[in-house]
């Protein structure tokens, strides 16, 4: 079968981690990417996750420096359709490369460029490090929380219950204030999802318009979109249910150890089932719950359940730590409880389950033979992905492509005639229908990013949504959409869902299967009424052992082993979820993928199929770092301390006289102007001496000195989210939106996370309310004002409805 990209053709330039894992995605999914890489080969070859991310590569060395080289590099464009590089702002103009000239050449050709921080004039020039980036922005800041939550933060409130006492242990991260260094780069895998979404949905439009367009995305909209739950600012954030307590510094991720000294995640945390549970000589279920979701016992979302959690912290603790991570995990199922252990990513990697449905992959490479490694982690049914060869070698196959051979396996044929190219296009999905059957933010993210490629997504919300559309996470998940209240367990609300899937193109779902089937919007039973829409389903874990069982970001991240890694597990810390984790949002992101080159592939054939992923591979791909030889040792890389403080001395947090510094001297002349600006000794560049160095003076010190010098080097800037949506730079490159929302008032948002040059995003509409679409939608899919009424009045459907 062929893959959904065969025929396309990728010029890679990049480097670092956002260009070489949007080039991975590209390949597994039948691209031919070639990798051109300066003499000597690209510099960051060797660094961790290069030997997974380079595979299904082929390598060609030219020097861009040199006119002739170029010029064969130029010729390359003339045949490519993407063109992807991660240069600092300015690079390729000054190469004589830059999007103009390429698109010149190549009408056709989409131009891919990724950097630290887009068009922000404040920002551009500064270095692109991942950890500089995450310190500049105050997303180091935000991994851990601000007291009292993102709501208080963010609308410059008083802590709520500022006095609280929470016992030893309950705040998450290392026992220190100040900054998280986080083993995961989130901004980079952030931006390599926005960075594949815009190559998709510029190839998806140039099916319609025969032109292609420059793409643009960076590690600051990478920001933007992480924090999307957490960076908004609202007029009225008294509104009833709008605040939680799941951003609290102080409140608990839902960590505990067993007996065995393994951990596990049981999120959201549930105090009585553990204390129960463990109240025996045996453990063993003891309570008479059928619906883990209709759990009396579960912690509401509301910001004074943070003091039931503190109550029952130690006891949980205690409870926890009476048996085995195994057990505990047994009964969690049996229970319907979401608990999964803590795993290290090699320990997933070994997972039958996940190399079952080649998520995890075994490929040879040609220095450490066969490695295991993250895999497939996005399926499309009739245009499936496999990785297409090992990492190359440095120039393998520079003749053979210039002189014009193909790795591609053919391109599909096309149905009938090309599309006729129109003259222009307001948005790359504009035209397409999305039904939105999601519930949380895994389904509802995902439908959201087709929504601001211009997708018209109707979110279909039951009743009981009301709860979890009120509150701030879900308001960074569902802008952009139209809400129709339907009762899908009503024959007459059924029949309204019909009627929608008729006309659709897509419908997207995370619901449970067994749920989906009894609910009759299961693929095949949609299918009947629409052959040709494109059927998404997005899961917690594997199709295997945990199928059934109930997932999340935090226990899908767990299962990955991101967790372990961003609490420096290693060095004896404990597990750590990350506020920016892309563990719900990144299976949104590969859903919308996966969608757009469905879409495609059925443009240029006539073919509809299904997509499906997983939260726990999203996980997966953030922890790509890893792999595992086949003798079992995993591949060499470094380790976060359990300080959760950085990588290495040179690449790390410091504290100042004043606040924090995030430092990163990764090559040898950031070394020598390090050691310079400090006069410390390069033998002697340690933390043990650069500790007192920068304690001994306050930040802006220290950063003018060794700014001065080109180490690269920012202050940790723990306001920045609070005023993002003041910054007239911000707002100059609809980087952040205004809108007027009918409960919240004034709604702040993050804007344009891709910017696309001819057919460019555009964020439709705040959030709705549940409801509120309702009679506008049935009107448009021929229910006339008497046929809506008699809905109503059934219940079968059902119009704006919210508690004020």
């Known amino acids: 079968m062929p893959s959904v990209l065969d025929g396309v053709r990728v010029l890679d330039l990049s480097w670092g981690i956002a260009g070489p894992v949007t080039g991975m995605l590209l390949a597994d999914h039948g691209a031919d990417v070639v990798k051109v890489e300066p003499p000597g080969g690209d510099p960051f070859r060797g660094s961790p996750g290069y030997d997974v991310w380079l595979r299904g590569r082929r390598s060609v060395v030219l020097d861009l420096k040199r006119a002739d080289e170029r010029d064969r590099f130029l010729t390359l464009v003339e045949k490519a359709d993407v063109v992807l590089e991660a240069f600092a702002p300015g690079a390729m103009a000054r190469l004589g490369l830059d999007a103009e000239t390429l698109l010149a050449r190549n009408p056709r050709l989409v131009v891919c460029s990724i950097t630290g921080y887009g068009p922000h004039a404040g920002h551009r020039d500064r270095p692109g490090y991942e950890a500089l980036v995450a310190a500049r922005l105050g997303i180091l800041d935000t991994q851990r929380g601000h007291d009292g939550g993102a709501v208080p933060y963010m609308h410059g409130e008083e802590p709520y219950l500022a006095d609280l006492e929470i016992p030893a242990g309950m705040e998450p991260g290392a026992p220190r204030r100040g900054p998280i260094f986080t083993y995961a780069p989130w901004l980079s ?124 912290f130690p006891e949980m603790v205690e409870a926890f730590a009476r048996f085995p991570s195994d057990e505990w995990v047994t009964v969690a199922a049996r229970a319907g409880v979401p608990l999964q252990p803590v795993r290290t990513p090699e320990e997933a990697l070994r997972d039958p389950a996940l190399l079952a449905e080649h998520a995890v992959i075994e490929l040879d490479h040609p220095e450490h033979g066969p490695l295991r490694q993250a895999g497939i982690l996005y399926g499309l049914s009739r245009t499936p992905g496999e990785a297409r060869g090992p990492v190359p070698r440095v120039g393998e196959h520079t003749d053979s492509v210039l002189a014009g051979g193909s790795a591609s396996k053919g391109s599909p044929v096309r149905a009938g005639a090309a599309p006729t190219p129109v003259a222009s296009r307001r948005a790359p999905l504009e035209g397409i229908t999305v039904l939105d059957l999601g519930f949380a933010v895994a389904g509802p993210f995902g439908t959201q990013v087709l929504a601001d490629l211009g997708a018209n997504v109707i979110k279909v919300n039951a009743l009981r949504d009301r709860w979890w559309h009120a509150q701030h996470i879900a308001y960074g998940a569902n802008r952009g959409k139209r809400s129709i209240g339907i009762d899908l367990k009503t024959p007459d609300g059924l029949a309204v869902l019909h009627r929608l899937v008729a006309s659709a193109d897509v419908v997207h779902s995370n619901m ?128 976060l301390d359990r300080m959760q403080l950085g990588l290495d001395d040179l690449y790390r947090l410091y504290e100042t006289g004043d606040g924090w510094a995030c430092v990163a001297a990764v090559t040898p002349p950031h070394r020598d102007a390090l050691a310079a600006a400090t006069g410390i000794d390069l033998d002697r560049l340690d933390a043990a001496h650069l500790e007192p160095w920068f304690r001994a003076r306050p930040g802006t010190e220290a950063f003018a000195l060794l700014d001065a010098a080109g180490v690269p080097v920012e202050l940790c800037d723990a306001e920045f989210g609070r005023h993002v949506f003041d910054d007239p730079e911000m707002d100059a490159h609809e980087l952040v939106v205004h809108q007027q929302h009918p409960k919240l008032g004034s709604f702040e948002h993050f804007g344009k996370t891709i910017q696309l040059s001819d057919t460019p995003q555009h964020i439709w509409g705040p959030p709705p309310v549940c409801g509120q679409h309702t009679r506008e939608l049935l009107r448009e899919h021929g229910f006339d004002d008497a046929d809506i009424d008699k809905l109503v009045a059934a219940g079968a459907v059902f119009e704006e409805h919210w508690v004020e």
């Open 189 to 312: 895998m952030g931006a390599a999802f926005l960075a594949s979404t815009g190559i998709n949905a510029a190839l998806f439009a140039r099916e319609h318009t025969g032109r292609g367009q420059h793409v643009e995305t960076s590690l600051l909209q990478a920001a933007l979109s992480g924090t999307a739950s957490k960076w908004q600012r609202v007029g009225r954030p008294d509104a009833v249910g709008y605040r939680s307590w799941v951003y609290d510094r102080r409140a608990p991720k839902g960590f505990f150890q067993c007996s065995d000294g393994r951990w596990i995640e049981q999120w959201v945390p549930n105090p009585r089932f553990a204390i129960s549970s463990a109240d025996g000589d045996t453990l063993a279920e003891r309570r008479d719950i059928t619906s883990a979701r209709e759990d009396p016992d579960r912690i509401g979302p509301d910001p004074e359940s943070i003091v039931i959690l503190a109550h029952y």
């Open 512 to 639: 449970r299967r067994g749920a989906l089937a009894r609910l009759k919007c299961d693929e095949a039973a949609l299918r009947e009424i629409n052959p040709n829409i494109i059927y998404c389903h997005t899961r917690g874990f594997d199709r295997g052992p945990r199928s059934d069982s109930p997932g999340n970001d935090q226990t899908g991240n767990s299962l990955a082993g991101v967790t372990w890694e961003d609490g420096g597990c290693w060095d004896g810390g404990k597990p750590f979820w990350s506020l920016t984790s892309l563990g719900d949002t990144g299976n949104g992101f590969f859903s919308a993928i996966g969608v757009i080159q469905a879409l495609y592939h059925r443009a240029r054939t006539g073919e509809a199929q299904s997509v499906d992923t997983s939260i726990l591979n999203a996980g997966l791909l953030v922890a790509s770092m890893a792999a595992v030889k086949a003798d079992g040792s995993a591949l060499p890389r470094p380790r």
